[in-house]
């Protein structure tokens, strides 16, 4: 997934991106406060014994009022792949951090929303973590983008 983000305010955690399962969130994309850097993660399991693996940049790495590009690409598992599960967060084609997900959830019929997380299960329609700030250009892909992918679009 690709997409350029704006934070105007960086007191509160807050999602450009989310993916919906029926309990959590397939996936989210955006600003840790605790952090102060960008954020990709995504769960394991869709109960309550879920794990968070995160893939996210360095302490202070955001910048608020700044125009950003933030990729993160997720290699589905493949049996005998070293690469499998892995999560990576690029940060204006800069690779920030890495995780892995052997379990993810992922729903299709969910939604993906765009600008807060959606979880019409648990919140019905009211969206949650609102990004303070612009979301654009929003793209998804059905492959991990590469290194070289990345930096030529930064």
């Not at 997934?1 to 989310?18: F, H, I, Q, R």
Request: aromatic share 10%; hydrophobic share 35%; charged share 10%.
């Amino acid at each position: 997934m690709s997409l350029w983000v704006k934070l105007n305010d960086g007191t509160n955690t807050v999602n450009a991106l989310c993916q919906g399962t029926t309990a959590h969130q397939a996936l989210y994309i955006g600003y840790d406060s605790g952090n102060q850097g960008w954020a990709f993660q995504t769960t394991t399991t869709n109960d309550d014994d879920a794990q968070w693996p995160t893939a996210e940049g360095d302490f202070g790495s955001a910048e608020i009022n700044t125009w950003t590009h933030l990729v993160a690409t997720y290699k589905a598992p493949v049996a005998g792949d070293a690469s499998t599960g892995v999560m990576t967060l690029y940060v204006n084609g800069s690779l920030m951090g890495t995780d892995v997900n052997l379990t993810p959830q992922y729903d299709p019929n969910l939604p993906m929303t765009v600008g807060a997380c959606r979880n019409t299960a648990v919140y019905g329609e009211t969206p949650y973590t609102a990004f303070p700030g612009q979301v654009t250009d929003v793209h998804t892909y059905g492959f991990a983008l590469s290194a070289d992918q990345i930096g030529a679009m930064s």
